[in-house]
Every structure is written in C-alpha cells, then in structure tokens.
T-cell receptor, first 107, second 115 residues
Framework: EVVLTQSPATLSLSPGERATLSCRAS??????LAWYQQKPGQAPRLLIY???NRATGIPARFSGSGSGTDFTLTISSLEPEDFAVYYC??????????FGQGTRLEI | QVQVVQSGAEVKKPGASVKVSCKAS????????MHWVRQAPGQRPEWVGW????????QYSQNFQGRVTITRDTSESTAYMELSSLRSEDAAVYYC????????WGKGTTITVSS
C-alpha cells in the first residue's frame, strides 16, 4: 500500500499570501496524484489531477507539480475561501487508492 | 448538470447491513467508474471500493474483509454500496465519487451504528 505523508499538518497564513503544501509518497506514483479541497460539512472537491492538471472550474491560482514521490500544491495568492483542509490522493498502485492525512490551511 | 445524488442518512444496529445508493444524472453513467469513499469525523477519507459501471467489475479495499459489495443498475444510472456486519467503527459519512479521479461527488450519506 502506498502511504502518502502530507506536510505541514497545519499552515497558518493570511489572505494574499502564497501557500505551499507538500505530499510525499512511500513509493513512486508516477504522476498519478490528485489534490482535493474539503470544507466543513462538504464533500472533497477535486482541484488537481495527474499531478499538475487543474480540474474543471478550478481557478488558476491553484497549481500542482511533482512526479515520482514528491508533490506540491501551490496557491499563489490566498483568497478567504481557500482556507480549508487539503488532501492528496494516489491512484497508481491500487487497490487500494490512498489519501494523505491532510493539511489544514488556516487564517 | 452533472451530479450524483445519494440516499439519505441511516441508523443501524451492530451486525446489521446497510445499502447506500448513488444516482447519476447529466452524463452517460456507463462512461465513468464510480468510487466509494468513507470519512469518519476528523479523519482522512478512506477508499472503500470501485465499480466499472460499464462491465460491472469491482475492486474493494481489503480493510473491509469481504463485508462490502458494490453493484450498479445501468437502467437506473445508479450505483450501490452495501456494507454488512456493521460495527461501531463503520460509523462515517459515505461518499460516491465519479471517475478515475473523483471529479463529481455526492453530498454524502451518514451511517450511524448504534444499539
């Protein structure tokens, strides 16, 4: 099973700042990694797939990079609605599909 | 619009079974697989299983040790997830999500397990 480790656990920033979230895989997942945003009481929302492709309707301030075992989600300039929990997820060596433990982005 | 609508919350006793539905609309149901994911309060999402809605093939997480069955009814554009021998630790919100990457999610179905 591929273990995904996200860092930091919590990131405290202000609107307008740049956010950098990391996800490290226990073995190579090639580019088959996604990022999701989740707000309280809501389902996760797909932001990035295949490491660097924005999902439909996702603003350009969200970008993803990386391959193999190290991945980054960058939010170039934080908007108030971006404060949420972010999860990475891999789908290369499955089953099972696995998720990271999440990064909480707080104001 | 593209959406998946899940059935409502359930309260079950330990040892019982539950079946959750996920009805798709706005797209061709059989063109996209459907995943099931659950999430306990304060925890990361946990993958339950997947169905190829075209041919009915399934894959399941070993964590459920044969207790989960995912099916689909193409005439109704609906996927189902049945979990048996419920335990207290199965209490969670269960989501269905469309596609190889889950780009469309249901709002979730809360399963409560209590005697």
């Amino acid at each position: 099973e591929v273990v995904l480790t996200q860092s930091p656990a919590t990131l405290s920033l202000s609107p307008g700042e740049r956010a950098t979230l990391s996800c490290r895989a226990s073995q190579s997942v090639s580019i088959y990694l996604a990022w999701y945003q989740q707000k309280p009481g809501q389902a996760p929302r797909l932001l990035i797939y295949d490491a660097s492709n924005r999902a439909t309707g996702i603003p350009a301030r969200f970008s993803g990079s990386g391959s193999g075992t190290d991945f980054t989600l960058t939010i170039s300039s934080l908007e108030p609605e971006d404060f949420a929990v972010y999860y990475c997820q891999q789908r290369t060596n499955w089953p099972p599909i696995t998720f990271g433990q999440g990064t909480r982005l707080e104001i | 619009q593209v959406q998946v609508v899940q059935s409502g919350a359930e309260v079950k006793k330990p040892g019982a079974s539950v079946k959750v539905s996920c009805k798709a609309s706005g797209y061709t149901f059989t063109n996209y697989p459907m995943h099931w994911v659950r999430q306990a309060p304060g925890q990361r999402p946990e993958w339950v299983g997947w169905i190829n809605t075209g041919n009915g093939n399934t894959q399941y997480s070993q964590n459920f040790q044969g207790r989960v069955t995912i099916t689909r009814d193409t005439s109704e554009s609906t996927a189902y997830m049945e979990l048996s021998s419920l335990r207290s630790e199965d209490a969670a919100v269960y989501y269905c999500g469309r596609g190889d990457y889950m780009d469309v999610w249901g709002k979730g179905t809360t399963i409560t397990v209590s005697s």
